[in-house]
């Protein structure tokens, strides 16, 4: 098994940004890639972003997030930047063998708010 704990959301402005991070333990072996996903109020959980050996964005953060990772910590980073309203949900960072759409993921975490207000 894997566990999942993400930090770092909060409020912030339109224009601001925040660091989400993502920290895992347990079983980790194998399971390298890891995904961002976020939750609107009434809206299907969306890709943000992933990594494995490369990164991938959707194009409505590409050029303002950027995703990292600190292998030594076991710790996944999304840097968020130029955050609009339309960022706002529950963000959620997911495990798994292979990056891919979130039907690809095996493990996930308990989310975190990110509010971006106008």
């Known amino acids: 098994q894997v566990q999942l704990v993400e930090s770092g959301g909060g409020l912030v402005q339109a224009g601001g940004s925040l660091r989400l991070s993502c920290a895992a333990s347990?079983?980790?072996?194998?399971?390298?890639?890891r995904g961002w996903f976020r939750q609107a109020p009434g809206k299907e959980r969306e890709f943000v972003a992933a990594?494995?050996?490369?990164?991938y964005y959707a194009d409505s953060v590409k050029g303002r997030f950027t995703v990292s990772r600190d292998n030594a910590k076991n710790t996944v980073y999304l840097q968020m930047n130029s955050l609009k309203p339309e960022d706002t949900g529950v963000y959620y960072c997911a495990a798994g063998r292979i990056p891919g759409p979130k039907e690809q993921y095996d493990y996930w975490g308990q989310g975190t708010q990110v509010t971006v207000s106008s």
């Open positions: 347990g079983r980790t072996f194998g399971i390298y890639a």
């Open positions: 990594i494995g050996g490369n990164t």
